[in-house]
């Protein structure tokens, strides 16, 4: 079985649907970009995928979890797939080591030494060994955002999805984050994200998901598909983007 399998989604806002049939399967350790213009369902798709949109209809597994299921277990499925947003979302009044700490204690039920000590870890593997102690406001925006993804970290998930995390940043702190992404990827974690940085889609993705009006155009190996696009709108998009 494949780590997650999508068969045939559909997601209507009221009349407009916004993923009119999208079915794709990924397996254990895939690197995989979705790119496409805005409004083309990418962030609603990984909504769908970690339970945060209900779908119409159509099936979702990740990692043995029936996310479409009427009474699946959305807690576990959150656990299994991290996600990380534009915005960091990090709690202003607790430090660094506080904000890691608090879901480990909350949802994976460890006791405050047992947190402390995956906090420290996860923490250093960002690079902020160094900002434990530091509140969020006395932070970058990049520091935030890896802050945001060793939160995610923390939780020991299979899958991470990533939503066009480098997007709010200052440009000189893009760099940073995508290098702590490029290291989470090397270490064998299966990733979905939505990104606009397509050098880093080419240079570290396996592969690329192009959507367009809510469904997949194309999907295919990442330096293939960006640099020879089959269709007349992925050429559009890439012109558009690069
Ligand atoms: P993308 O991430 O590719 O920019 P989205 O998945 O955010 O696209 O949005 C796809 C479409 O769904 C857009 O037209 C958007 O306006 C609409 N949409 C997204 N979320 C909602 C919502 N909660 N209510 C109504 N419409 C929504
Ligand atoms: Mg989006």
Not at 23 to 43: F, H, N
Not at 94 to 106: D, S
Not at 116 to 136: F, H, I, Q, S, W
């Amino acid at each position: 079985m494949s780590l997650v399998e999508i068969a045939d989604i559909r997601k209507r806002f009221g009349a407009v649907e916004v993923l009119k049939g999208i079915s794709l399967t990924l397996e254990k350790g895939e690197i995989v970009a979705i790119i496409g213009r805005s409004g083309s369902g990418k962030s609603t798709m990984l909504r769908c995928i970690n339970g945060l949109e209900k779908v119409q209809a159509g099936r979702i597994v990740v990692d043995g979890i029936d996310v479409t299921a009427p009474k699946a277990d959305l807690n576990l499925l959150r656990q299994r797939a991290g996600m990380v947003f534009q915005s960091y979302n990090l709690f202003p009044h607790l430090n660094v080591e506080r904000n890691v700490m608090l879901a480990l204690k909350l949802v994976r039920k460890l006791d405050t030494p047992a947190a402390r000590e995956v906090a420290r870890a996860v923490v250093t593997k960002v690079g902020l060994a160094d900002k434990l102690l530091a509140y969020p406001d006395e932070l970058s925006g990049g520091q935030q955002q890896r802050v945001a993804i060793a939160r995610s970290l923390a939780m020991q998930p299979t899958l991470m999805l990533f939503d066009e995390i480098t997007s709010a940043l200052d440009p000189e702190l893009v760099g940073e984050v995508l290098r702590v992404l490029e290291s989470v990827a090397s270490e064998g974690m299966t990733m979905m994200l939505v990104t606009h940085e397509m050098n880093f889609a080419k240079n570290v993705a396996d592969r690329v998901i192009f959507m367009h009006e809510g469904r997949i155009h194309e999907d295919g190996p990442a330096r293939e598909t960006l640099l020879s696009p089959r269709t007349a709108e992925l050429r559009s998009f890439l012109n558009a983007v690069l």
